[in-house]
């Protein structure tokens, strides 16, 4: 999820541990699981610090040690006993149970959308996404922002979030279900088992983006409404394009492979050269751009002279990290 959902949800879970007796009845233990849950709610994502080492780094590596199994175990030691440190003896148990709560949250949240996480790091490099909620659900947002509003207003915090969670979880379970449902449509029309086709989540709930791939092109669509609209296709280059070839050897092309499965090689003939783009079709924008990419600016004689990684939202982002015009060549 983003990381204004996260903040609320530790915010949240401070107030459903209430229902623990021990938090409920110990203002200092009460401060303390505020101050941990809201930190464990963000922990995992302080792999951020990655970006320091470049945009490589930050593609390679956001969502994945840190939201692994290993890491799951620490963070929670980790968070309370520095908080513990900082405010003084609490029970330490109960200030660890609710810690560990909030960084499992955040991870099984983030499992929910499709950008995904290497939980299952380092058994397995894999990326884990369920394709279930986009990345800023607004109906979860609503809902614990709300109960913060009703818990500020003074409603018990203990029952009100109990509620709020049993919410969030029939929000999860009725969207998974909706999803496995519209999968089963969505392949049906396409009406070729080979086709590996895989179906996303938008920010508007009645809305999905499909993803269909045939080993020789990408159709991207969407669904709504039960009506499926393709909105691009994606031809694949050959597998032995010179231009592909030379520019997947790049460390940042080399990046992005390994983080998606959904990167597509697109070629563009560029002033005094090629360009090689490797864009990740599950996030397209309403333009039809794809922000994440991987470019790499080869000369006539095929040596790489430019490359780019990262989240770049325009066209001319793009082409000015390449070093090339803003208009595009002809």
Same mark, same amino acid.
């Given at each position: 999820?983003?990381?204004?959902?996260?903040?609320?949800?530790?915010?949240?879970?401070?107030?459903?541990?209430?229902?623990?007796?021990?938090?409920?009845?110990?203002?200092?233990?009460?401060?303390?699981?505020?101050?941990?849950?809201?930190?464990?709610?963000?922990?995992?994502?302080?792999?951020?610090?990655?970006?320091?080492?470049?945009?490589?780094?930050?593609?390679?590596?956001?969502?994945?040690?840190?939201?692994?199994?290993?890491?799951?175990?620490?963070?929670?030691?980790?968070?309370?006993?520095?908080?513990?440190?900082?405010?003084?003896?609490?029970?330490?148990?109960?200030?660890?149970?609710?810690?560990?709560?909030?960084?499992?949250?955040?991870?099984?949240?983030?499992?929910?959308?499709?950008?995904?996480?290497?939980?299952?790091?380092?058994?397995?490099?894999?990326?884990?996404?369920?394709?279930?909620?986009?990345?800023?659900?607004?109906?979860?947002?609503?809902?614990?922002?709300?109960?913060?509003?009703?818990?500020?207003?003074?409603?018990?915090?203990?029952?009100?979030?109990?509620?709020?969670?049993?919410?969030?979880?029939?929000?999860? =379970? !009725?969207? #998974?279900?909706? /999803?496995?449902?519209?999968? $089963?449509?969505?392949?049906?029309?396409?009406?070729? *088992?080979?086709?590996?086709?895989?179906?996303?989540?938008?920010?508007?709930?009645?809305?999905?983006?499909?993803?269909?791939?045939?080993?020789?092109?990408?159709?991207?669509?969407?669904?709504?409404?039960?009506?499926?609209?393709?909105?691009?296709?994606?031809?694949?280059?050959?597998?032995?394009?010179?231009?592909?070839?030379?520019?997947?050897?790049?460390?940042?092309?080399?990046?992005?492979?390994?983080?998606?499965?959904?990167?597509?090689?697109?070629?563009?003939?560029?002033?005094?050269?090629?360009?090689?783009?490797?864009?990740?079709?599950?996030?397209?924008?309403?333009?039809?751009?794809?922000?994440?990419?991987?470019?790499?600016?080869?000369?006539?004689?095929?040596?790489?002279?430019?490359? =780019? !990684?990262? #989240?770049?939202? /325009?066209?001319?982002?793009? $082409?000015?990290?390449?070093?090339?015009?803003?208009? *595009?060549?002809?």
């Amino acid at each position: 999820m983003d990381t204004l959902t996260h903040a609320v949800m530790g915010m949240t879970l401070a107030g459903l541990a209430r229902l623990d007796p021990m938090v409920a009845e110990d203002p200092s233990l009460a401060t303390a699981v505020l101050l941990a849950t809201t930190i464990g709610s963000q922990a995992p994502d302080f792999d951020g610090l990655v970006r320091l080492g470049g945009p490589a780094a930050y593609v390679r590596y956001h969502r994945g040690p840190t939201h692994s199994l290993p890491a799951l175990l620490a963070w929670p030691w980790l968070i309370a006993g520095g908080v513990e440190l900082l405010l003084g003896p609490v029970p330490f148990w109960h200030l660890l149970g609710w810690t560990s709560v909030a960084v499992f949250v955040h991870a099984f949240t983030d499992l929910l959308n499709s950008y995904g996480t290497q939980v299952l790091w380092p058994f397995s490099r894999r990326w884990v996404a369920w394709h279930v909620l986009p990345i800023f659900d607004p109906v979860l947002f609503a809902l614990h922002v709300l109960g913060l509003v009703l818990w500020a207003m003074g409603v018990p915090p203990g029952p009100l979030f109990a509620a709020v969670y049993a919410a969030t979880a029939a929000w999860g =379970a !009725i969207r #998974w279900a909706v /999803r496995r449902r519209v999968a $089963r449509s969505i392949r049906r029309a396409i009406g070729d *088992p080979r086709t590996d086709t895989t179906v996303l989540p938008t920010f508007f709930p009645a809305t999905w983006n499909v993803i269909a791939d045939d080993g020789q092109a990408v159709r991207v669509g969407t669904w709504r409404d039960g009506r499926l609209t393709w909105r691009d296709v994606l031809t694949r280059p050959p597998h032995d394009h010179p231009a592909v070839r030379e520019a997947r050897m790049h460390p940042y092309v080399q990046a992005l492979l390994s983080f998606t499965r959904y990167a597509v090689p697109r070629v563009h003939p560029v002033a005094g050269g090629t360009e090689v783009r490797w864009v990740d079709v599950r996030f397209r924008a309403a333009d039809g751009h794809y922000p994440l990419v991987a470019a790499v600016y080869l000369d006539r004689n095929g040596r790489v002279k430019q490359a =780019a !990684i990262g #989240w770049m939202y /325009r066209e001319s982002h793009v $082409r000015k990290k390449l070093g090339l015009p803003n208009t *595009p060549d002809a």
